[in-house]
């Protein structure tokens, strides 16, 4: 740990990707993402990496794509209007499994809404704005410091899993000033993607080996010629309109997700070994829940905090253990009730589940939070 | 209810960092500064600069703005709490110290103002009857920046120089680092006397 600075969290999406080894990005800018854009454009010459900035944000996504296929860990930045932009690409980044980060400072809409307020309103928009059955991770910090250290993992997640990775901020967090200590490089755990020594495999470029939840990599345009398709493909990387193969493979896709849970899954408990009410929330929002169970604690009510760190997959195995120790959980989020939907779903009657939101562009205070909490 | 506060952070060994700390509420160690002006004013450089004194005094700090889409001439609000414990919710909620540069911003938030909270106007402002301060300064900040210091823009680091000399928050070396980190290049002379300027516009 070196010396203490003063960051903003959009700032520490780009130092942490370029520790994680981001060497391209390409975007267009936004609020509240566009630092991420600016801070790229400085930084990513400076070691040896490209920033472009694209005509828009679809192109943008296909350039990130792009790059990542010839074999350079790639990401690009917008909020909830661009980040709709983004999903058709982002479905191709998915069936081709092109490892690549996408990072959304959420803000209020729909649409173009309110371009300066804090929103979380795009939790299903991650999970399921590209159509079709496809596998999501989506990281959610609530810190700068946060912000570091899982950008990092984002890129090390996406690269082992070979599926984009999307970063799921909010304006609270992107546009908060904090002061961070920047680990030593030497202690951050880097992972590359398996990269493929084509002659051992037949020259399939998907070809899966036994054990293995992915194919090995080969950098687009470094001497062996493949194919890359958003069809349903073999293992030949040709299209094919054979039951069978397209359903194994789409198995396979959401499995390598799925089936690695407990390698994937991170989320924190703050109080809860004792708690009678649970606030789960996520991102920016859980800085006022945390304020507020401490209230609420020296009021005497034994609350607690439940945030998954993994929006997606939602850590559902751990939250429904919890459901069954408390006797209330209060859901907060900046929207109108979305990562609601999947604690309802995990915890169905276990116990009780309150929500407090927001949609106005305002940001929930500890005392809006504490006012559910005390409730009952 | 020591023993019930500790937190647990499970599968997030890259987050550990981070934990929050369960505050000590004997202590009032929380600074909650509101400064408030005209987009353009460098309202949010200077709470970032004396975010950046925080750390330099090795405190915690949590620094945000809100703002319209325009860059300039809009209303703007920039906070910035100074804590010596792990800063939980990041936005100011009950101001311990607010400033205003423009009569709009001061009519838009002086009525959310306690009577503990102290209060720096720039002294052109009219102080409208809702406001409850037991202790407002009024000083000639935006008047000073450009008869004494030369320059405008340098308006919002006389106004760091006086809150500073109103809230002692940091120390004079401290927060002369803290300007020179985020002032441009060339402009260090300017600002180190805009500083100054700032710091005797309070009278001790």
């Known amino acids: 740990m070196g010396k203490t600075v003063l960051m903003q969290g959009n700032e520490a999406v780009v130092e942490g990707a370029i520790a994680a080894g981001m060497r391209f990005y390409a975007g267009y800018p936004i609020t509240p993402s566009t630092e991420i854009a600016e801070q790229s454009a400085v930084r990513l010459p400076q070691v040896g990496g490209k920033f472009i900035q694209m005509e828009d944000e679809i192109s943008s996504m296909a350039a990130t794509i792009g790059a990542s296929a010839a074999g350079v860990k790639a990401m690009t930045a917008s909020s909830g209007p661009g980040f709709s932009l983004k999903q058709e690409n982002l479905g191709y980044a998915c069936i081709t499994e092109i490892p690549c980060v996408v990072v959304d400072v959420q803000r209020s809409g729909p649409s173009t809404g309110l371009p300066t307020s804090p929103s979380q309103a795009d939790v299903m928009q991650a999970k399921w704005g590209t159509h079709g059955d496809h596998p999501v991770i989506a990281l959610s910090p609530s810190s700068v410091r946060e912000t570091y250290d899982l950008i990092i993992r984002a890129f090390n997640l996406s690269e082992k899993y070979r599926t984009p990775v999307i970063f799921l901020m909010d304006e609270i967090v992107g546009h908060l000033r904090e002061g961070i200590e920047i680990p030593d490089p030497k202690d951050i755990e880097i992972i590359n993607r398996p990269v493929k020594k084509f002659a051992k495999q037949n020259g399939l470029p998907y070809h899966v080996e036994e054990g293995e939840w992915v194919p090995t990599m080969l950098p687009f345009g470094k001497g062996q010629r493949y194919h890359i398709t958003g069809l349903a493909h073999s293992e030949s990387g040709f299209p094919t309109n054979d039951n069978a193969t397209a359903g194994k493979l789409v198995r396979r896709l959401i499995d390598k997700v799925e089936k690695n849970l407990d390698d994937i899954v991170t989320y924190e408990e703050v109080m809860c070994e004792d708690a009678d009410v649970a606030v789960v929330c996520f991102g920016g929002t859980a800085r006022a829940a945390q304020s507020a ?60 589940v309150d929500f407090v939101g927001k949609i106005d562009g305002s940001v929930l205070t500890p005392p809006v939070i504490l006012s559910k909490i005390e409730e009952e | 209810m020591s023993e019930a506060k500790k937190t647990t952070t499970k599968k ?17 160690t929380k600074m909650e500064i509101r400064l408030t002006g005209s987009g353009g004013q460098g309202v949010i450089l200077a709470t970032i600069i004396l975010a950046e004194a925080g750390i330099e005094a090795g405190k915690h700090v949590a620094q945000s703005q809100a703002y319209g889409p325009e860059a300039r001439g809009g209303s703007c609000k920039a906070e910035v709490i100074i804590d010596e414990k792990p800063i939980g919710f990041t936005k100011v909620e009950k101001p311990t110290f607010f400033m205003a540069l423009t009569q709009k911003a001061l009519n838009q938030y002086a009525p959310g103002l306690s009577k503990s909270c102290i209060v720096l106007l720039d002294d052109t402002l009219e102080t409208p009857e809702c406001l409850l301060s037991n202790k407002v300064y009024k000083a000639p900040i935006l008047e000073s920046a450009v008869k004494e210091v030369g320059k405008a823009m340098t308006a919002n680091i006389v106004a760091v120089g006086a809150i500073n000399a109103i809230l002692n928050l940091v120390s004079d070396e401290e927060l002369h680092r803290a300007v020179m980190s985020h002032v441009p290049k060339g402009t260090e002379e300017l600002n180190e006397k805009a500083l100054q300027v700032g710091m005797k516009l309070i009278k001790k």
């Open chain 1, 293 to 352: 169970i401490e209230q609420a604690r020296e009021k005497g009510i034994k609350a607690g905090m439940f945030r998954p760190i993994t929006v997606w997959p939602f850590p559902g195995k751990q939250l429904e253990a919890l459901s069954k120790k408390v006797k209330r959980i209060v859901v907060a989020e900046h929207n109108d009730g979305q990562m609601l939907l999947e604690v309802q779903r995990v915890v169905k009657n276990n116990c009780k």
């Open chain 2, 12 to 28: 997030a060994a890259a987050t550990k960092a981070t934990t929050v700390k369960v505050a000590d509420a004997n202590k009032k």
